[in-house]
DNA sequence: TCAGCTCACACTTTTGAATAGC
DNA sequence: AGCTATTCAAAAGTGTGAGCTG
């Protein structure tokens, strides 16, 4: 099976900085002031982030957003089922550790997903990236694990591509989603594409399902989901030996490790054993033959492989200290008890799958880029079962989620706890949870429009307000694509941020969010703009605060700023660079150009079209952004958007690490704050191409040269989109390799890849 | 000295080409 | 000739443990 894999590096914003901890948040000043978001328990247009505060690092940290008034139709249920979650779970009980290697290693557990709610018809992206949740580095002592300091140095986000990509709806729905192929690598030079990791940090992985269509046109509706049980601490050698016997018990590639299995404990030490019988045999009978041994004595020691053949050579008969050594017999017997303990998963599984239900919430029909949000609708029940399960047992709790019951009483930890916070990763109690919150396990879900990163100069097309109110206004000359969208240090800020924090309205409403049944989502009724992020930080933790480059800045809850936002409505297209098929990652880049993406199996899908007008009805209607926090399953809420892409610049403010540590470490919620997604990156800026003509693939003469835009998409110049008919990956540049420069102004630079660390630092 | 990392190892599953059978 | 099932070797995925590194 030749599964085409498309690697990509998307610089999204989503990926790069992936889920904001609350109430550390991130964006940028200029644009976090400008970002409101509409609720009907407050109306009043309210700051997503502080103003002042916006230097965080980018970690996973849901939001609580009140969700959509239920008497809004819900357009957009897509819906996102872990198939896997008790696996998930028994992993996070102890404490998961991920494997990360030079070469690139799997995850295991894997993210196995059930896709629903998805239009047929219409072609998705999956993706797969994984964020820091905090910004600490553990280390495994006294049993578990402790946060021991600051984390390192972000690396350059990369977003793997399911290889399907892109799919219709009805191909994903009609199957298990696997993200097996997606690999771990510690190898900040990696060219392989891998997810680049640091060792003994935590990360959250995410999925996000994006409509083709959007993606390939700039912008996009999305739908991002969050599943707290794949939390994990990345290691290069196991520390737990709990987490050990899992992954043995579990993986059938470690079943050769099993108590019975050839490479067991017992084995090893029986051919270790026969090893040195052998050897020290062998010297015997040389050391007895003085003529031989001078001459023979020469060779180089003997290999564990020649030991080993001596002895099974010397030793057929020889009783096998561990009651015999036949491989077929105890592999058969291996095979046996792990499939039985798979069965019984499964069956747990089974019995503790929620019947997740998230409510989406609507986006603005007219396509109001306003930050919609929506609530976590089941948000009270997980909360409180989550909550219960921090006091449990588990190693490490999951630190995104806020205290439940109280926003108001959200845990703002000091700066002083940052620096010398030891925090201790409880784990949680997924079946306290699951019991706990009967009526259904969805977490709360989250919908974010996200501002697509607008060309950094006057040239670049810019979206044409599709509604007065509603509008973007960009600031070209102020803010450019490189715009760091965070400007003061995490030290700095936090104490200003707790206050902010405090003082937020939306951080005294936890019970406002109403139980999950669809019909609790707050609706969004004051309009709500905010200023278009059209850059993604390059570096937003080193980026000055001072920054406010954009011309509409409104950190005044009651503003309602008008920005106009930039349009791509036009991608620019070009073939991404060969990859080896089974994996292809993108890095998702908010700031930097992005690339269009080239998807080397459209042809064998519905015939994709050269540009948006060829698309059926977006599934998506209001380019919604939605992030979904769910155990095991979600829905994810849909918010109107324009310009909605996964970008980790638009997600949440980051929750500070120590932050994290108290509010989650004590407890694990899900009644999260609103949470912003990010967007997925645009394809390459219109000037970057321009530089880079290699980047445009061949215009498609049979292409309509202009395609008459939707209403959504503001007309604009591009190269039609000429979908590349190969079925195999061929991309003609490096796309996978762009990488934006970090924040911490990350040293591993990537030389053989575009060059995207330029750009303007305020 | 030691925590963390790299690498080779043995074992396993997965993959896909080659072959056989219908 | 075309399709399906089976076989088999290579590739790739595991954790382990010794050795290396800073």
Redesign the pocket.
């Known amino acids: 099976?030749?599964?085409k894999i498309l690697k990509a590096d998307l610089k999204s914003s989503v990926s790069k900085r992936g889920l904001e901890m609350y109430p550390s948040l991130t964006l940028a000043s200029q644009r976090i002031g400008d970002c409101f978001y509409r609720d009907r328990e407050v109306p009043a247009h309210i700051p997503l982030f502080p103003a002042a505060c916006e230097m965080a690092p980018r970690m996973v940290v849901p939001l609580t957003v009140p969700s959509e008034s239920a008497s809004k139709p819900q357009k957009d249920e897509v819906k996102m089922e872990l198939e896997n979650s008790a696996l998930w779970k028994q992993f996070s009980s102890v404490g998961t550790e991920m494997?990360i290697?030079?070469k690139g290693?799997?995850m295991?557990p894997g993210l196995r997903l059930k896709l629903s709610g998805l239009n047929p018809s219409l072609r998705y992206i999956l993706l797969l990236d994984i964020v820091p949740v905090d910004n600490s580095r553990y280390?495994?002592q006294g049993g578990g694990w402790q946060a021991v300091g600051g984390a390192e140095a972000r690396l350059p986000d990369r977003v793997f591509i399911h290889p399907d990509s892109p799919a219709t709806g009805a191909h994903w729905q009609s199957r298990t989603i696997s993200f097996h192929y997606a690999?771990l690598t510690?190898?900040t030079l990696d060219t392989q594409g891998h997810i680049i990791l640091h060792?003994?940090h935590r990360y959250q992985p995410r999925v996000h399902v994006v409509e083709a269509r959007d993606v390939l046109r700039w912008a996009g509706g999305q739908h991002t989901f969050i599943f707290p049980e794949t939390q994990f601490i990345t290691?290069?050698?196991?520390?737990n030996n709990k987490i050990?016997e899992l992954?043995?018990n579990s993986?059938?590639?470690?079943?050769?490790?099993r108590e019975d299995?050839?490479?067991s404990?017992k084995?090893?030490d029986a051919?270790q054993k026969r090893k040195m019988a052998v050897l020290t045999e062998t010297l015997d009978i040389v050391n007895c033959d003085p003529c031989d041994s001078t001459e023979l004595l020469p060779q180089p020691t003997p290999?564990?492989?020649d030991l080993?053949t001596l002895a099974l050579a010397s030793l057929p008969a020889l009783p096998d200290p561990s009651g015999g050594f036949r491989?077929e017999e105890?592999?058969y017997q291996?095979?046996l008890v792990p499939e039985q303990s798979l069965d019984l998963n499964q069956a747990f599984m089974a019995s503790q799958m929620p019947d997740i239900t998230m409510q989406e919430t609507p986006g603005n029909e007219l396509g109001n880029n306003i930050i919609e949000r929506s609530d976590a609708i089941a948000a009270p029940s997980y909360t409180s079962s989550f909550s219960a399960a921090q006091t449990n047992s588990s190693s490490f709790s999951s630190a995104i989620f806020p205290q439940p019951s109280s926003f108001s009483s959200l845990p703002v930890p000091n700066s002083s706890d940052i620096s010398d916070s030891q925090l201790t990763i409880l784990p949680i109690n997924y079946p306290t949870l699951l019991s706990s919150s009967p009526a259904t396990p969805s977490l709360q879900q989250t919908s974010f429009t996200f501002p697509t990163p607008p060309p950094s100069d006057s040239s670049s097309p810019q979206l044409l307000p599709s509604s007065s109110s509603n509008s973007y206004h960009m600031a070209p000359d102020t803010v450019t694509p490189h715009t760091p969208t965070s400007f003061c240090a995490p030290s700095s800020c936090e104490s200003n941020l707790q206050d902010q924090i405090s003082a937020h309205p939306l951080l005294h409403q936890p019970s406002q969010q109403q139980p999950e049944d669809g019909n609790d989502e707050p609706s969004v009724q004051a309009s709500a703009a905010y200023i278009y992020p059209n850059v993604l930080p390059t570096n937003p933790d080193l980026a000055p605060v001072t920054a406010q480059p954009l011309a509409c800045q409104h950190h005044s809850p009651a503003a309602a700023p008008s920005c106009s936002l930039p349009a791509h409505t036009a991608s620019t297209p070009f073939a991404f660079p060969s990859v080896p098929p089974?994996m292809q990652s993108v890095s998702l880049q908010s700031l930097s150009p992005s690339p269009a993406l080239h998807f080397p199996n459209l042809n064998h899908q519905a015939p994709a079209p050269a540009h948006a007008a060829a698309f059926p009805p977006s599934s998506l209607p209001h380019s919604s952004s939605s992030l979904a926090f769910q155990p095991s399953s979600c829905r994810a809420a849909s918010s109107l958007f324009q310009q909605s892409v996964i970008s980790a610049a638009s997600l949440p403010p980051a929750v500070h690490p120590h932050n994290l540590s108290n509010s989650s470490a004590s407890s694990s919620t899900c009644s999260f704050p609103p949470v912003e997604i990010g967007a997925i990156p645009p394809p390459y800026r219109p000037e970057v191409v321009l530089h880079h003509p290699a980047l445009l693939p061949p215009l498609d003469s049979s292409l309509p040269s202009s395609p008459a835009p939707p209403a959504l998409y503001p007309a604009f110049p591009s190269h039609p989109l000429r979908l590349h008919q190969n079925s195999h990956p061929s991309l003609s540049i490096p796309f996978r390799h762009l990488y934006r420069q970090h924040q911490h102004g990350h040293p591993h630079y990537q030389g053989s890849y575009l060059d995207m660390s330029k750009r303007a630092v305020f």
């Open positions: 099976m030749s599964h494997i290697t030079k290693r799997r295991f280390r495994f690999k510690n190898n060792s003994l290691v290069t050698a196991y520390q050990t992954k043995i993986n059938p590639f470690a079943k050769g490790f299995g050839m490479n404990k084995q090893r051919r290999t564990s492989t080993q491989p105890a592999s291996d095979t089974q």
